[in-house]
């Protein structure tokens, strides 16, 4: 008996079956980017009304693709945190309708612990723990000393901008489209990602796990925009922008690369985790391997569609199940991010 999972965090709104072996029947995602791209950055009243629209047809589309019938279902299971608070509560408040109408168990999971869980989705013979877990993407840049799928230490984190948010303020910046890191992808090729010097911050400092994005992303404004100018500069065209995007593209992922290379030091964990959009990035992923290769250590990094956010990750709610743990129809929405142990 399959469960059905519901993500509604950010701006993405999705649903999924998995089965208890963690096979993945239908999974389904409604993408907001049209509705957000005119603001280069998700609007978080603007992401809960679209959650409203969707979250019904989101659902049924995804039991429909499944093929299994709705009092089939061992348990709905729902992202609580983080995330947005008004577009927790759509899916919070859907999955708890669906749970008490069917008598079915209701089981909240970890957003950034399931952006995790998808490499045990994706290589199950790899996943090892304890672990470094990296989740990167628009709303999250965090560092994680994994010890099991449900329990995690934060070791750093962004101390301003995620990295993802910093690709799409970067991208705005540059006259690109949105969402951010596909546009400076697809501007930095062909370009030198050393004809700008870009600031690396905190990256040489061994004293913290934390990055910092906002020094980046101004350095880059200044470039388009010197201190002085006029208030309306044309972007920039032709190989200088792709200089720009390959050299901000660079900076970012040596930024994370950095603190990625400190925290497996730190840990000594021989396995490195990761998810999240940002993820997705090709330079990011490629850096990663080599990194690996160079280490020694155990790279997991999901197939593309894993990455972004969807429902299907919500599987890690099967590991709760299996412990004999559930949630009442009490249970809340917590927007803020880990601290601590989890």
């Known amino acids: 008996m399959p469960l059905l999972a519901i993500e509604t965090t950010c701006d993405e709104t999705a649903a999924a079956v998995v089965t208890r072996s963690r096979e993945i029947l239908s999974s389904v995602v409604a993408s907001q980017e049209q509705l957000h791209a005119r603001w280069h950055g998700v609007v978080p009243e603007v992401a809960s009304r679209a959650h409203v629209e969707r979250i019904v047809p989101v659902i049924d589309e995804a039991m429909q693709r499944s093929g299994v019938p709705r009092d089939a279902l061992e348990a709905v299971a729902v992202a609580i945190r983080p995330g947005l608070v008004g577009s927790l509560l759509v899916g919070v408040s859907a999955a708890k309708m669906i749970a008490m109408a069917l008598e079915k168990p209701l089981v909240g999971y970890d957003h950034v612990a399931a952006h995790l869980y998808a490499c045990r989705l994706a290589a199950p013979d790899r996943m090892r723990y304890p672990c470094v877990g990296l989740v990167a993407s628009g709303g999250h840049t965090s560092l994680l000393h994994v010890t099991s799928p449900l329990e995690m230490e934060r070791l750093g984190g962004t101390i301003d901008d995620a990295v993802g948010e910093a690709f799409d303020k970067a991208s705005s910046l540059l006259g690109l489209g949105y969402p951010g890191g596909p546009a400076i992808e697809q501007a930095a090729r062909g370009g030198n990602p050393r004809a700008y010097r870009f600031p690396r911050p905190l990256a040489r400092d061994r004293d913290t796990l934390d990055l910092s994005f906002s020094g ?127």
């Open 216 to 342: 980046l992303k101004t350095a880059l404004r200044y470039q388009v925009r010197p201190p002085g100018a006029a208030a309306e500069v044309p972007p920039p065209e032709g190989s200088r922008l792709a200089d720009l995007a390959a050299s901000f593209q660079q900076a970012a992922v040596d930024s994370v690369l950095a603190k990625v290379r400190l925290a497996v030091e730190r840990t000594r964990c021989e396995v490195l985790a990761v998810g999240g959009g940002v993820t997705a990035n090709t330079l990011l992923r490629e850096t990663l391997v080599s990194y690996a290769a160079e280490s020694g250590i155990e790279l997991l990094v999901p197939p593309r569609e894993l990455c972004t956010d969807n429902a299907a990750m919500g599987a890690i709610a099967w590991e709760r199940i299996e412990r004999g743990e559930r949630d009442s129809l009490d249970l809340e929405v917590v927007p803020g991010l880990i601290r601590g142990r989890r």
